[in-house]
């Protein structure tokens, strides 16, 4: 199976810090990988890289076969790939309604002359977005709470509207930064439900975690950082084997 992402000999220093060095991996389509690593490992800064909020400064990110390492961010969402926040980013002030039909990606509407002069085709699109919304929102179990402001939800809620954004932004490759952190377990067996069946319904992700039970229970394959670099990677049992990683490195113990 060839790769649908892969990163070649990435580099990324801020100032005296490499916070990414010499990085390669790939990423197998249909599957779950993770990034795991201690705190300030270059996960997020991997993401940022991916996503095209950073340039690297050496090597190439090639997704489906093509050089996306330096396109500006939303170039890169228009390839189908698409990112969710350690921070979750929701527009604290507007519906979780709103907050959805905000993450679909305009379509004939995007046209100035269509927005000028409305008529029917706008409206259409108004309803179609209003009713996927609505259709996502359902699938999160939070229609009870589609006109409450973002910053009324619970935690765990506004944890499952930053998912439902990601959904709504409709790429097949998805980016998710720590999505189960802070949540009761729970909570957590439904987010490893609906990772699970966005894989099932074709899509690829690409996941930092650090719970490692968790790690061990969603992911095909596994690729550990350490201050930038990649110590080891493998499916889960075998990094899970690996004394020196869980031990040295993440210090959680095998
Ligand atoms: N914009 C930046 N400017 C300067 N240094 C940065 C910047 N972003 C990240 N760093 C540094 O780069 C290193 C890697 O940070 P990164 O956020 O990628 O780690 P992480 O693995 O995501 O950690 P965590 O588990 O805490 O989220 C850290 O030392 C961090 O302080
Ligand atoms: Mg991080």
Redesign the pocket.
């Given at each position: 199976m060839s790769a649908i992402l892969e990163l070649t000999q990435i580099s990324k220093r801020?100032?005296g810090?490499a916070?990414v060095q010499d990085l390669s991996f790939a990423v197998q389509p249909g599957r779950i990988t993770t990034l795991i690593?201690?705190?300030?490992?270059?996960?997020?800064?991997?993401f940022?890289l991916i996503t095209g909020y950073l340039a690297p400064d050496a090597g190439e990110i090639r997704f489906q076969g093509e050089r996306i390492d330096g396109l500006a961010p939303h170039k890169i969402a228009r390839t189908g790939i698409s990112r969710g926040f350690?921070e979750l980013r929701l527009f604290n002030r507007l519906s979780t309604l709103d907050n959805v039909q905000a993450a679909i990606p305009a379509q004939k509407g995007e046209s100035i002359w269509r927005a000028i002069w409305g008529g029917k085709p706008l409206q259409d699109e108004a309803q179609a977005t209003e009713a996927r919304s609505r259709e996502i929102i359902g699938d999160l179990t939070l229609s009870h709470q589609v006109d409450t402001l973002a910053e009324r939800l619970s935690y765990g809620q506004q944890k499952l509207l930053a998912l439902g954004r990601l959904v709504a932004a409709q790429g097949d490759f998805l980016l998710l930064d720590?999505p189960t952190s802070g949540l009761s377990p729970a909570m957590v067996d439904d987010f490893c439900d609906r990772m699970k069946a966005l894989v099932a319904s074709g899509r690829t992700i690409l996941l930092?975690e650090?719970n490692v039970e968790i790690v061990m229970r969603l992911s095909d394959w596994v690729i550990v950082?350490h201050q930038?670099g990649k110590i080891a990677e493998g499916v889960p049992d075998e990094v899970k084997r690996n004394e020196s990683v869980m031990h040295t490195y993440l210090g959680l113990g095998a």
């Amino acid at each position: 199976m060839s790769a649908i992402l892969e990163l070649t000999q990435i580099s990324k220093r801020f100032g005296g810090l490499a916070a990414v060095q010499d990085l390669s991996f790939a990423v197998q389509p249909g599957r779950i990988t993770t990034l795991i690593g201690g705190n300030g490992a270059g996960k997020t800064t991997v993401f940022n890289l991916i996503t095209g909020y950073l340039a690297p400064d050496a090597g190439e990110i090639r997704f489906q076969g093509e050089r996306i390492d330096g396109l500006a961010p939303h170039k890169i969402a228009r390839t189908g790939i698409s990112r969710g926040f350690q921070e979750l980013r929701l527009f604290n002030r507007l519906s979780t309604l709103d907050n959805v039909q905000a993450a679909i990606p305009a379509q004939k509407g995007e046209s100035i002359w269509r927005a000028i002069w409305g008529g029917k085709p706008l409206q259409d699109e108004a309803q179609a977005t209003e009713a996927r919304s609505r259709e996502i929102i359902g699938d999160l179990t939070l229609s009870h709470q589609v006109d409450t402001l973002a910053e009324r939800l619970s935690y765990g809620q506004q944890k499952l509207l930053a998912l439902g954004r990601l959904v709504a932004a409709q790429g097949d490759f998805l980016l998710l930064d720590e999505p189960t952190s802070g949540l009761s377990p729970a909570m957590v067996d439904d987010f490893c439900d609906r990772m699970k069946a966005l894989v099932a319904s074709g899509r690829t992700i690409l996941l930092i975690e650090h719970n490692v039970e968790i790690v061990m229970r969603l992911s095909d394959w596994v690729i550990v950082l350490h201050q930038g670099g990649k110590i080891a990677e493998g499916v889960p049992d075998e990094v899970k084997r690996n004394e020196s990683v869980m031990h040295t490195y993440l210090g959680l113990g095998a």
